[in-house]
């Protein structure tokens, strides 16, 4: 397991603690995230997460339920519902981490923690993110292949057509 990872896993821990008890005194969390992850660097990184996901929760909500077609928040799993927003909001704050690996890491969370449909509901909808998540680190989204063909602009480099006869 990657330090990383095993970052994720406790950040998925403590926001679904948090979500079944909001009145977790913030020492707790700390005291949590403390005796499970040694590394101090690690620490900070669950403690980013954690806050990121929590600060940008609404947003969060919003996506994941415009791209989950026929299914409310109130009715995913809540570890489903907490795999996703850390997925999501990592796809869209954490350029530096890449896309493929955000969506293997929400993955093999859902595997390790929810049922075995769950790995491939967390896919379908985190795949729908990517052009959000593309679009919000500065690149553009995969191309839709429904959508119509564009129709190229007039070649402005064109060699200009006879001049019309003024008569």
């Not at 954690?50 to 928040?73: F, H, M, P, T, Y």
């Not at 449909?117 to 896919?123: A, E």
């Not at 593309?134 to 429904?146: F, H, K, V």
Request: a negative charge.
């Amino acid at each position: 397991m990657t330090r990383r990872t095993r970052g994720r896993e406790i950040a998925l821990q403590v926001l679904y603690q948090l979500e079944q008890n909001p009145d977790i005194p913030p020492e707790e969390v700390r005291g949590f995230i403390h005796r499970r992850l040694r590394d101090p660097e690690l620490r900070r990184y669950a403690d980013e997460m954690i806050s990121g996901v929590r600060s940008n929760q609404r947003r969060l909500d919003e996506l994941i339920g415009k791209v989950a077609e026929n299914w409310s928040l109130e009715r995913m799993a809540a570890i489903d519902r907490n795999i996703l927003r850390l997925g999501a909001f990592e796809l869209l704050h954490r350029p530096e981490a890449p896309v493929k690996v955000v969506i293997n890491e929400a993955l093999e969370l859902a595997k390790r923690y929810s049922t075995a449909q769950s790995s491939r509901f967390v896919n379908g909808i985190l795949d729908r993110l990517q052009g959000p998540a593309l679009e919000s680190r500065g690149g553009t989204p995969p191309a839709d292949p429904d959508a119509p063909a564009e129709e190229a602009p007039p070649d402005s480099q064109a060699e200009p057509g006879p001049e019309p006869d003024p008569s």
